[in-house]
């Protein structure tokens, strides 16, 4: 059962606490990443995302908030009885654009439309759009400027000036193959962890925020998990994936035919101590604060990856935690660089690709 309303973490401006040389470390982690935003652009001659530069498939839906949903979850755009247009990206977590036969950590971001009151913001206050970014994990391994910082710049080191090899095989933030790094000997520039996200089916997967977010009065993390049987059917099934776009194609032959249901939750902060935020690579248990939900996505069966929905989602659309109400603002270090990395990233694509910025003010406007 849910812990009381009075064990929840209550939001103040304490709940965050700045880290040394903060400032600093964050404009040289985006110097950098606008420096590999750059190689990738003449490699491709076309910009793409630092992060999550593939996607998989694009999806129309509905988020249902139920009628009963109970007070201390009745925050920010979550108000009972509402319905809201989304549309679902779904991708790798790589910037760059890898072939699928790669094993990368996966991506869900949510974008939320119809959502009123001003946003975080300034130049989008008046836009109507929620977007909650999340992968299928429970933590980010750098889950602090300064360890993110230090990852970015070995991974630019490794791009720009790197064998070969050693590019293909940076397959998610702080995951390398070991043995290949051993055989072109840069093992020692880099930091090493195995690799821990086999190819489950991406429908069956649960997905998480990077870090929490202030969620009204309280402290979260919010979720994605399958709900409908078709799906929740498909959790933790390994797929074999041969050809360089067999995530999209999975994707595509799916929703052909069939729709499907998520279930929109939150998992709320009852303890700084072991549900901290301003260290995004420590687990919530969830033993401590189960997942509670918030509402349910419903997904018809649709034609998931159009030309037309691509170019929209990939080269029109832009995905950020910021574009966001003031209640469900991105909290902890992890994510006070991540505002100044998505803001430059997303200027510079749009910029390169000739494409205007837009948030979608009604679901109509996402292609067939």
């Given at each position: 059962m849910p812990n009381p309303t009075n064990s929840y973490v209550r939001y103040a401006d304490g709940v965050e606490q700045i880290q040394p040389n903060?400032?600093?470390?964050?404009?040289?982690?985006?110097?950098?990443?606008?420096?590999?935003?750059?190689?990738?652009?003449?490699?491709?001659?076309h910009a793409i995302r630092d992060a999550h530069a593939k996607s998989h498939g694009i999806l129309r839906g509905e988020l249902h908030i139920p009628a009963d949903l109970p007070a201390h979850l009745a925050q920010g755009m979550f108000v009972p009885g509402k319905t809201y247009g989304v549309i679902i990206r779904l991708s790798s977590a790589p910037g760059a654009i890898d072939p699928d036969t790669q094993a990368a950590v996966k991506g869900c971001a949510v974008k939320i439309i119809g959502v009123e009151g001003r946003?975080?913001?300034?130049?989008?206050?008046?836009?109507?759009t929620q977007d909650f970014l999340m992968v299928n994990d429970t933590i980010i391994p750098t889950g602090d400027v300064k360890s993110y910082h230090d990852l970015q710049l070995r991974q630019e080191k490794v791009i720009?000036?790197?064998?070969?090899?050693?590019?293909?095989i940076i397959t998610e933030a702080g995951t390398l193959i070991n043995q290949a790094l051993d055989a072109v000997g840069i093992k020692k520039?880099?930091?090493?962890?195995?690799?821990?996200?086999?190819n489950n089916n991406i429908l069956g997967e649960t997905y998480t925020t990077?870090?929490?977010?202030?969620?009204?009065?309280?402290?979260?993390?919010?979720?994605?998990?399958?709900?409908?049987?078709?799906?929740?059917?498909?959790?933790?099934?390994?797929?074999?994936?041969?050809?360089?776009?067999?995530?999209?194609?999975?994707?595509v032959d799916f929703f052909k035919n069939q729709g499907a249901e998520y279930e929109?939750?939150?998992?709320l902060c009852t303890d700084l101590n072991t549900m901290p935020v301003e260290d995004a690579s420590i687990d919530w248990p969830q033993d401590q604060s189960p997942y509670q939900a918030l509402g349910r996505i419903v997904i018809p069966a649709q034609d998931a990856y159009s030309p037309a929905?691509?170019?929209?989602?990939?080269?029109?659309?832009?995905?950020?935690?910021?574009?966001?109400?003031?209640?469900?603002?991105?909290?902890?270090?992890?994510?006070?660089?991540?505002?100044?990395?998505?803001?430059?990233?997303?200027?510079?694509?749009?910029h390169m690709n000739a494409q205007p910025r837009r948030e979608p003010r009604d679901i109509s406007e996402l292609p067939d």
């Open positions: 903060e400032d600093q470390l964050g404009d040289e982690t985006v110097a950098s990443m606008a420096r590999v935003n750059r190689f990738m652009f003449e490699k491709n001659r946003k975080f913001l300034a130049d989008q206050a008046d836009e109507l720009l000036h790197g064998p070969q090899i050693a590019q293909a520039e880099l930091p090493l962890v195995a690799p821990v996200h086999p990077l870090g929490s977010i202030r969620f009204g009065d309280y402290v979260a993390k919010v979720g994605l998990a399958p709900l409908s049987a078709n799906v929740q059917a498909l959790a933790g099934q390994k797929v074999d994936i041969t050809e360089p776009g067999g995530w999209r194609d999975l994707v929109l939750r939150a998992q929905r691509r170019v929209f989602a990939d080269d029109v659309l832009s995905f950020n935690p910021f574009h966001c109400l003031p209640e469900h603002r991105p909290l902890g270090s992890i994510n006070r660089v991540r505002i100044k990395a998505y803001e430059s990233s997303t200027a510079y694509r749009h």
